[in-house]
């Protein structure tokens, strides 16, 4: 099993900045893509970015493109989301997510989630 832990979500004004942090532990080995999904209250959970355990791949929701950047530190088994010029919309529960394909697909692991509030 592979346990994901999110930090770094919190409250920030429309224009700034956040970022998010996931630590895995467990099988670790298992593990190839890492990414963040967030979901909004009254809507489905939607895929954010992902990014390949040998770094040559990144992937983003066309919404978050340019403004969010996914990165991956594979020594430390940590993936981050720096998010600038948030807005109001990007107010979600984001997700940690892993599995063990090169792209994320239907992740296999999940984090607890963690609150990200833009005010506008």
């Known amino acids: 099993q592979v346990q994901l832990v999110e930090s770094g979500g919190g409250l920030v004004q429309a224009g700034g900045s956040l970022r998010l942090s996931c630590a895995a532990s467990?099988?670790?080995?298992?593990?190839?893509?890492m990414g963040w999904f967030r979901q909004a209250p009254g809507k489905e959970r939607e895929f954010v970015a992902a990014?390949?355990?040998?770094?040559?791949?990144?992937y983003y929701a066309d919404s978050v493109k340019g403004r969010f950047t996914i990165s991956r530190d594979n020594a430390k088994n940590t993936v981050s989301l720096q998010m600038n010029s948030l807005k109001s919309e990007d107010t979600a529960v984001y997700y940690c997510a892993a599995g063990p394909r090169s792209y994320l697909g239907t992740p296999d692991y999940w984090g607890q989630g963690t609150q990200v509030t833009v005010s506008s």
């Open positions: 467990g099988r670790t080995f298992s593990i190839n893509a």
């Open positions: 990014i390949s355990r040998s770094l040559s791949s990144t």
